[in-house]
């Protein structure tokens, strides 16, 4: 049974920074790739970044430049590192993991005051 347990969301003014967290509850996560979504009220869940098995790294052109994803195989770990939030980053942010499947945590909140 995997769990994703995601942390580190909040309520934070606009141009200010969260860490979020998500610990993996699995065996063998050094072999999965991982991302973090968003999903804004009313709205669809869009991809924010991934971090590969090899460590390749990719962001959406909306959080480039003010987001960075990390991941800590040994702690079973993933981080997205956020600063210079905007209002539109506001949303639920969900850790996910996949190979052949993918599993998804239960989200965070992320919320960005004007």
């Known amino acids: 049974q995997v769990q994703l347990l995601e942390s580190g969301g909040g309520l934070v003014p606009a141009g200010g920074s969260l860490r979020l967290s998500c610990v993996a509850s699995m065996f063998g996560f050094d072999l999965y790739g991982t991302r973090w979504f968003r999903q804004a009220p009313g709205k669809q869940r869009i991809l924010v970044a991934s971090?590969?098995?090899?460590?390749?790294?990719a962001y959406a052109d909306s959080v480039k430049d003010r987001f960075v994803i990390s991941r800590d195989n040994a702690k079973n770990s993933l981080y997205l590192q956020m600063s210079s939030l905007k209002p539109e980053d506001t949303g639920v942010y969900f850790c996910n993991v996949y190979r052949t499947r993918e599993f998804w945590g239960q989200g965070t909140q992320v919320t960005v005051s004007s």
């Open positions: 971090i590969d098995l090899n460590g390749t790294v």
